[in-house]
Structure formats: structure tokens, C-alpha cells
């Protein structure tokens, strides 16, 4: 099959380059790139043009929209068999349109969704956002890790739809809330095949600091809200846990009852020293299982205060 790999990017040149030299070195060769930039006043369009003699590259302009609407846009301007969707700042490991030439025929997917890692040479904060993002302790291993790939939501980081998913189902409904997470289940509802491919990992070259990283999981706290405006049942149990974690952590500080403060201390600190060792163990860093530990605490907090701060905002607004 030819993959159309389609790439919304806004004001972000050097990561569209370092992500054209991974689609450079790819071993799998039929496929086109198509990157649209969202009304970037920092364009990519040279650094596209420049791979032009090895990359059967496509480059668009349009007024900002949204990541959304701009994946759409080069979804309808694509001409491959399979659509690839990409965020700007991942980086490809050789052999992963490779991996999906082979999982998608031998599965018999509409759509897809894959993980991310962190690279050996990231830095040791970005190692640890991965780790708070992925890790059994936090997430509980969902993003990426489930015994049942047909329950995974696809990420618009990497993320996949055949042409007849888009044209059946119409691509992104919002343009930036969610809106991932939105489309993955109205694909499975609309009777599509869409999982997990464990095998078709990206490199997530996250450009946060603690402040964004906080700001990131405010915002995916209330965009799981957003979703359920579209599909009232997609708010889980499991969503609620960070919620349940920042309420825990509260009533642990303040000391709210004499006869569980010590208790409470107790799981907070067994939590916290797992986190620590697993982090180092991971990463074979001391430092980023610290750091790994600090972004566990901000990524399961901020999520829990966004939920809750869209929760009570759906309640007054509707």
C-alpha cells in the first residue's frame, strides 16, 4: 500500500527537519509526505523543500484552525492508500512504516494507533515525561500497553486511517480537544477495526518544561470532558483515578483525620519510592527517576484538576 504521512505543524521548523531525516532513512519506500502548516508565522516550507530530491514531499498553507482541521486538510489534499498522522516533533524508528506495512494487512485494520518512547540521547527531563506518561504507576500502562489492542484510543501523535475510514467517517470534528480520542471511538462505533500496534512506536521528542508539562495535562484533563459531549460514555472509572489521586494527596497534606494520616503517609511515600526505583531502573538514571517522580506528581494532579475543574464547567454550561 502507499502511506500518505500526514503532518500538521505551527511554528516548529527544526522539528519537521529532524522528522523528515527519520522519514528519510525509512526501509519501507511508497509512501508520500504531506505537511500542512496551521498559519505558522515561523515557517517550514524551505526546510520541506529542501528534502524534495529524496522525500516525495507535499507542502500546504492554511489560516490557523487547529491540529484537527489541518490533519483533514491534508487527509482530503493526500493521495496515498493509508493515511499515517504524525505530530511534528516525533522522530521515526527505520523500520516503522515497515512494521505497518506488515500488521496492517495481516490484522485487517481500518485504523490504527501506536505509542511512543523516549530515545537514548533525549534529555533526562523529556525521558521523564515519558515514563510519567506511559508507566504502569501512573496511567496504568494504558497509553500503549493493553492486553487487548482493540481497546486502544489512537493518539494524534501516531495515529492511522485507511481512505474509506476518512471518507465514511469524515476525519477530526474539533479542531484541538480531544479531538483524537473523539474520532477513535466514532471509528469504532461506525464498525471500523481500529488497534493497538505495540510494534509501531515513535520517538516523542516532547519540548516542555515542567510549567507547559503542567499546562499539557490540565488541558488533556478537560479534553476527556470535551469528548464525552460527543460520546457521554466516554468518561471511565480509570479517567477518575488522577482525580482520586489529587484528592488523596490533598487530604494527605492537610491531615484531615488523626486515625488515617499515617496510613495515608504510608501509600503516598510506597508510591513515590516505586516511582523512584522503576524510573532509575528505566532509565538507569538516579536524576530522571527523581524528575520521573516529580512529573508523575504533576502529570496525575494536573490531569485530576482539569477533569474536574471541565466537570463542574459542563455542569453550569452543559
Given at each position: 500500500m502507499k502511506f500518505s504521512v500526514i503532518i500538521p505543524v505551527y511554528n516548529r521548523p527544526q522539528e519537521i527537519r529532524e522528522l523528515l531525516e527519520s522519514l528519510q532513512n525509512q526501509s519501507y519506500s511508497?509512501?508520500?509526505?504531506?505537511?500542512?502548516?496551521?498559519?505558522?508565522?515561523?515557517?517550514s516550507e524551505e526546510i520541506a523543500a529542501s528534502f524534495s530530491s529524496d522525500l516525495e514531499?507535499?507542502?500546504?498553507?492554511?489560516?490557523?484552525?487547529g491540529q484537527g482541521f489541518a490533519r483533514n486538510f491534508g487527509m482530503k489534499n493526500a493521495s496515498g492508500d493509508f493515511f499515517v498522522i504524525l505530530d511534528s516533533d516525533v522522530i521515526l524508528p527505520p523500520n516503522f512504516l515497515q512494521v505497518l506495512s506488515e500488521e496492517i494487512p495481516k490484522r485487517k485494520l481500518d485504523a490504527y494507533g501506536g505509542p511512543d518512547a523516549a530515545k537514548e540521547e533525549f534529555t533526562?527531563?523529556?525521558?521523564?515525561?515519558?515514563?510519567?506518561?506511559?508507566?504502569?504507576?501512573?496511567t496504568g500502562g494504558i497509553r500503549g500497553k493493553l492486553k487487548?489492542?482493540?481497546k486502544y484510543q489512537a493518539r494524534g501523535f501516531n495515529m492511522g486511517v485507511s481512505r474509506k475510514v476518512f471518507d465514511s467517517t469524515g476525519g477530526f470534528v474539533d479542531p484541538n480537544r480531544g479531538e483524537d480520542i473523539e474520532w477513535s471511538i466514532r471509528i469504532k462505533k461506525a464498525g471500523f477495526k481500529l488497534e493497538l500496534i505495540e510494534d509501531a512506536f515513535v520517538y516523542h521528542k516532547r519540548k516542555n518544561t515542567l510549567l507547559s508539562f503542567t499546562k499539557q495535562a490540565f488541558s488533556f484533563g478537560r479534553n476527556r470532558v470535551n469528548v464525552s459531549r460527543f460520546h457521554p460514555g466516554a468518561i471511565k472509572l480509570v479517567h477518575l483515578f488522577p482525580s482520586l489521586f489529587l484528592l488523596f494527596l490533598f487530604m494527605t497534606l492537610i491531615g484531615w483525620h488523626p486515625l488515617t494520616i499515617?496510613?495515608?503517609?504510608?501509600?503516598?511515600?510506597?508510591?513515590a519510592f516505586l516511582i523512584l526505583v522503576s524510573g532509575s531502573l528505566q532509565t538507569k538514571s538516579l536524576l530522571t527517576g527523581f524528575l520521573a517522580l516529580v512529573c508523575s506528581v504533576i502529570q496525575l494532579s494536573a490531569y485530576g484538576k482539569g477533569l474536574i475543574y471541565e466537570l463542574v464547567l459542563k455542569q453550569f454550561k452543559g
Open positions: 511508497d509512501f508520500e509526505v504531506v505537511i500542512v502548516e496551521d498559519g505558522s508565522y515561523i515557517k514531499v507535499r507542502y500546504f498553507y492554511q489560516e490557523n484552525l533526562a527531563l523529556q525521558k521523564a515525561m515519558d515514563f510519567a506518561m506511559t508507566s504502569f504507576w501512573t487487548d489492542p482493540s499515617q496510613l495515608q503517609r504510608g501509600l503516598i511515600c510506597l508510591w
